[in-house]
């Protein structure tokens, strides 16, 4: 199918530009404690967060996945202790979550002209 001009003037909404692997909400409170730190313990996350270790890991593991974390499992002594911290690639993907959230909630009838006024 070829691609017209008014295609390519045709700017779409934002929500399309949300990543549906962050959209989840515990994914997303996840990546927004995790942007605002260099690592974070995940006992400290499970704890903000309020769930349960299983919830945390199933999350992480998602989110690692899809490369957006790092986990890093070491040992303090004889006590294990995981440190996670958002991957470059995390931070983007976060970056561009954020920037469409704000393009949502900004201007929801951007481009719209006068369609979403009553008659």
Known sequence: MATTQDD???IHHPRLM??????????????ALLAHS????FAFVR???ELNDSNLSRHLAAL????YIAVT???????????????????????????????????PLAGAGDAGEPS
């Open 8 to 10: 390519a003037d045709h």
């Open 18 to 31: 949300l990543d549906d692997t962050i959209h989840q909400p515990v994914r997303l409170s996840i990546m």
């Open 38 to 41: 260099q690592k974070v313990d």
């Open 47 to 49: 704890d903000h967060l």
């Open 64 to 67: 690692e996945e899809a490369g």
């Open 73 to 107: 499992k070491v040992f303090e002594g004889k006590r294990p202790r995981t440190w996670l911290a958002l991957s470059p690639a995390g931070r983007v993907a976060f970056e561009r979550y954020v920037q469409a959230l704000q393009q949502i909630v900004a201007q």
